[in-house]
């Protein structure tokens, strides 16, 4: 029930602005299903930002940042001050041109050390946390040459996180197994095709050992090793996919309790979905369209609705792409959300504890990282139409587009019901004009 009688002139003042502001006009899906997110806040880090992984460095239960610095030669810390903010980055001096981390407790002290490959100095750099989120220095083992894409897991099953390396030049897989206390073996090496770029460890034909998943940037392919139990490798599986793969990422996209592919493909501007026969074998890929240059992809559920979803760094387009997954291992159109300059990595995680997964993104040519707080759970006063966290004038123009020019519906259609009688019409954008200018009612149903 209105409180305030609105005149029409009013209303239509706000068709006119629309039809003069047409981006305005044209607000794009930001609902649920399209995934939210709050522009990006920038943390400064060292030069050519690489790779971004987060983790409970410090031990305080929110999760930390690090991050590879190409061209610097460190890899910075940045620590979470408990809500999503970001103390200045602490940085720690590793091999030459650090390509990729990975964080994990490599010496069973239940603290989360890193990993970072070196790809111009042909070495991976393992730093010892000493429990607070401080590192010690960089130890050094050789790792073939031009180490790009590092993963720790414990491929022989023995208790402990032995390494998984990418040989770029080489075309080959090393591996580094763990002596139980941190310390590693010298790596034994196995082929794979032309310039190994990106690695996933997981459990591919379902028989309880953690296998590799390849993608080969030099021949557009995917290689699957299967494990013979022991952290030994049986010779690679070929996939043939798009041009430039890239990055690489395993999990159970369909629900069929297997894990499926997915991979970015850096020259075709798409990303292929292989889905996992149950065996260890891969159907035909099926490509989506991403924005330029995907160079980094992560499977989360973003949005909770129980279905992994995508996220794609775009090198070239300077976005993220996100993708909802619908569950049985298909997605939709990509929503894009700017970044900044050359996005190379991207990497899903509650990083301000409020139970959804917001998004961390390096700026390769903007020396930053980029937070993108999702904004899924942060709606919940009904009448914010396009769920950008405020109820504004944005909400008012997204509503007269819905009604007078055909525009996408409210999603949920329950956030447009500002006059909560079950439909969404007139009433509701007169409702809120009444709500922002007139000092009426806030929406509350």
Same mark, same amino acid.
């Given at each position: 029930? +209105?409180?305030?009688?609105? &005149? !029409? /002139?009013?209303?239509?003042? =706000?068709? =006119?602005?629309l039809s003069i502001m047409p981006v305005w006009g044209q607000i794009p899906r930001t609902g649920p299903d399209c995934l939210p997110f709050a522009p990006p806040v920038s943390y400064g880090v060292g030069v050519y930002p690489s790779s971004v992984f987060c983790a409970d460095l410090d031990g305080d239960s929110d999760l930390d940042l690090a991050v590879t610095n190409y061209w610097?030669? /460190?890899?910075?810390? +940045? /620590?979470?001050?408990?809500d999503g903010t970001f103390q200045t980055a602490v940085n720690y001096m590793v091999g030459i041109g650090p390509q990729? !981390?990975?964080?994990a407790d490599l010496d069973g002290d239940s603290y989360l050390d890193l990993a970072v490959t070196n790809f111009l100095s042909d070495n991976v750099s393992i730093l010892k946390n000493n429990g607070n989120g401080t590192f010690q220095g960089a130890i050094n083992y050789e790792a073939g040459h031009s180490p790009g894409s590092v993963f720790c897991a414990d491929l022989d099953g023995d208790g402990d996180l032995d390494l998984a390396v990418t040989d770029f030049t080489i075309y080959n897989i090393a591996i580094l197994?763990?002596?139980?206390?941190?310390?590693?073996?010298?790596?034994?090496?196995?082929?794979? %095709?032309?310039?190994?770029?990106?690695?996933?460890?997981? #459990?591919?034909?379902? *028989?309880?050992?953690?296998d590799l998943a390849v993608a080969n940037e030099g021949v557009a392919s995917v290689s699957t090793f299967e494990n013979n139990g022991d952290g030994t490798f049986q010779s690679a599986v070929n996939y043939g996919i798009e041009d430039g793969p890239w990055s690489i990422f395993c999990a159970d996209l369909d629900k069929d309790s297997d894990q499926d592919l997915v991979v970015a493909n850096y020259y075709s501007d798409n990303i292929s979905i292989l889905k996992n026969n149950g065996d260890g074998i891969f159907q035909s890929a099926v490509n989506y369209t991403t924005?330029?240059?995907?160079y980094s992809v992560f499977c989360a559920d973003l949005n909770g609705d129980g279905n992994l979803d995508?996220? !794609?760094?775009?090198?070239?387009?300077?976005? =993220?792409?996100?993708?909802?997954g619908n569950g049985d291992g298909t997605f939709q159109s990509g929503v894009n959300h700017e970044v900044g300059h050359y996005p190379s990595s991207v990497f899903c995680a509650d990083l301000e504890g409020d139970s959804d997964l917001d998004?961390?993104?390096t700026d390769y040519w903007s020396n930053?990282?980029? $937070?993108?707080?999702?904004?899924? %759970?942060?709606? &919940? $006063?009904?009448? #914010? !139409?396009?769920? *950008?966290?405020?109820? @504004? $004038?944005? @909400? $008012?123009v997204y509503l007269i587009n819905y009604l007078f020019k055909g525009g996408q519906p409210p999603d949920p259609f329950t956030d447009g019901d500002a006059t909560c009688n079950g439909a969404v019409d007139v009433g509701d954008v007169v409702y809120l004009i009444n709500y922002l200018f007139k000092t009426g009612p806030p929406p509350s149903c």
């Amino acid at each position: 029930m +209105l409180k305030h009688k609105i &005149p !029409v /002139k009013i209303i239509w003042l =706000v068709i =006119v602005l629309l039809s003069i502001m047409p981006v305005w006009g044209q607000i794009p899906r930001t609902g649920p299903d399209c995934l939210p997110f709050a522009p990006p806040v920038s943390y400064g880090v060292g030069v050519y930002p690489s790779s971004v992984f987060c983790a409970d460095l410090d031990g305080d239960s929110d999760l930390d940042l690090a991050v590879t610095n190409y061209w610097s030669n /460190k890899v910075s810390i +940045l /620590k979470n001050n408990g809500d999503g903010t970001f103390q200045t980055a602490v940085n720690y001096m590793v091999g030459i041109g650090p390509q990729s !981390v990975f964080c994990a407790d490599l010496d069973g002290d239940s603290y989360l050390d890193l990993a970072v490959t070196n790809f111009l100095s042909d070495n991976v750099s393992i730093l010892k946390n000493n429990g607070n989120g401080t590192f010690q220095g960089a130890i050094n083992y050789e790792a073939g040459h031009s180490p790009g894409s590092v993963f720790c897991a414990d491929l022989d099953g023995d208790g402990d996180l032995d390494l998984a390396v990418t040989d770029f030049t080489i075309y080959n897989i090393a591996i580094l197994k763990n002596n139980g206390d941190g310390t590693f073996r010298s790596p034994a090496n196995y082929a794979a %095709e032309d310039g190994p770029h990106s690695i996933f460890c997981a #459990d591919l034909d379902g *028989d309880g050992d953690l296998d590799l998943a390849v993608a080969n940037e030099g021949v557009a392919s995917v290689s699957t090793f299967e494990n013979n139990g022991d952290g030994t490798f049986q010779s690679a599986v070929n996939y043939g996919i798009e041009d430039g793969p890239w990055s690489i990422f395993c999990a159970d996209l369909d629900k069929d309790s297997d894990q499926d592919l997915v991979v970015a493909n850096y020259y075709s501007d798409n990303i292929s979905i292989l889905k996992n026969n149950g065996d260890g074998i891969f159907q035909s890929a099926v490509n989506y369209t991403t924005g330029d240059g995907p160079y980094s992809v992560f499977c989360a559920d973003l949005n909770g609705d129980g279905n992994l979803d995508l996220a !794609v760094a775009n090198y070239y387009s300077n976005c =993220v792409s996100i993708l909802a997954g619908n569950g049985d291992g298909t997605f939709q159109s990509g929503v894009n959300h700017e970044v900044g300059h050359y996005p190379s990595s991207v990497f899903c995680a509650d990083l301000e504890g409020d139970s959804d997964l917001d998004l961390a993104v390096t700026d390769y040519w903007s020396n930053n990282v980029s $937070i993108l707080r999702n904004l899924s %759970e942060t709606h &919940p $006063i009904c009448g #914010d !139409v396009n769920n *950008d966290g405020n109820t @504004d $004038i944005g @909400d $008012i123009v997204y509503l007269i587009n819905y009604l007078f020019k055909g525009g996408q519906p409210p999603d949920p259609f329950t956030d447009g019901d500002a006059t909560c009688n079950g439909a969404v019409d007139v009433g509701d954008v007169v409702y809120l004009i009444n709500y922002l200018f007139k000092t009426g009612p806030p929406p509350s149903c």
